[in-house]
């Protein structure tokens, strides 16, 4: 039986959610990342929830040394100074350090499949190991490792979501190296869900078992859901394609090259037509969590869904904080 739906309990949660999206902005502090991300300090002037940078988590140091044993113990690369656990570290500072330790170690592992497919010229025969439960490279026994204490408290049907939004990775990375093949620049209107795809999309996905909750399947499926999760992977994917373009070194997938080779800009021309899509993609963040559902929910789902949501309002300034002090793009 279904809980009757608790009106201030619902309340609290769109006052939570509401919180996020209004920071009242903060100076921003000394940085030391890539020159190229410097040019999206100008989103802090213009998106309110990109106004203050995030608060980082209490713990920080110690998801940084679990994070760097974790990558020890698998063999992956774990630079200190790319800092993914201060990116974890922001984007679940409200949460405890597992969660957070437990995504920056999911996010290691990520950025180390894009270095070995950078470095292979996009080969995805990888993928097969990770969907076929290999284990005869590092990322592959990593992701088993990651895998085991992921999905252990998660539904088959979320395990089944994650694993198609591992094959919609996979298609679009095969997708990216037959076109750096041919020399075949995306069009604008292909792009956005091509970028959705290389990006890694199960990352979103992560955030439930990260914080021991999970969306309900009809929730996940609605609009203002989709549309909050679309439009946080865009502003995401582009941030870090105007700070990684010098580099890409020429790599042809990414927004600001697909602008300057479709529209005929040149590079700050096309830089600044990208900011405004960002600003555009921030916005209908902020309207897709207020359209969600959250009256139709007992108080437990609302506020496990309100979690994941907060988290994904976290999502971008945590990331811009990140690509200003990474040394990843340096």
Request: glycine share 4%.
């Amino acid at each position: 039986m279904s809980l009757p739906v608790n009106i201030p309990v619902i309340a609290s949660m769109r006052t939570a959610l509401r919180s996020v999206l209004h920071w009242n902005p903060l100076a921003l502090g000394p940085r030391r990342g890539a020159p190229a991300a410097a040019a999206l300090l100008a989103l802090t002037e213009r998106v309110p929830a990109m106004a203050a940078p995030c608060r980082m988590h209490p713990a920080v140091y110690a998801i940084e040394a679990a994070v760097m044993d974790w990558a020890r113990r698998t063999g992956l690369r774990a630079d200190p100074g790319t800092g993914f656990h201060r990116m974890a570290g922001r984007a679940f500072a409200e949460f405890d350090a597992a969660a957070a330790a437990l995504f920056a170690q999911w996010l290691t592992w990520l950025f180390n499949l894009d270095d070995e497919l950078d470095e292979n010229r996009g080969d995805v025969d990888l993928f097969h190991g990770l969907l076929e439960g290999g284990a005869a490279h590092p990322l592959e026994s990593a992701f088993a490792d990651l895998w085991r204490v992921t999905s252990v408290r998660m539904s088959d049907l979320w395990r089944t979501r994650f694993a198609a939004n591992l094959m919609r990775q996979h298609d679009a990375c095969r997708v990216e190296a037959e076109n750096r093949a041919t020399g075949r620049v995306p069009t604008l209107e292909q792009y956005p869900a091509l970028r959705r795809g290389t990006v890694g999309p199960y990352l979103y996905d992560l955030v439930e078992p990260c914080l021991r909750v999970e969306v309900p399947a009809w929730v996940h499926e609605c609009e203002p859901w989709q549309e909050l999760v679309n439009a946080c992977n865009d502003v995401t994917a582009w941030c870090n394609d105007v700070a990684s373009l010098p580099k890409e070194r020429g790599d042809t997938h990414n927004l600001v090259v697909v602008v300057m080779h479709q529209l005929g800009l040149d590079q700050p021309e096309a830089t600044a037509w990208v900011l405004d899509r960002i600003a555009e993609r921030c916005q209908d963040m902020h309207d897709a969590v207020l359209r969600l559902p959250l009256d139709t929910l007992t108080p437990r789902l609302a506020r496990d869904v309100s979690k994941v949501a907060c988290a994904y309002m976290a999502a971008p300034r945590a990331h811009l904080d990140w690509l200003m002090e990474s040394t990843r793009y340096t």
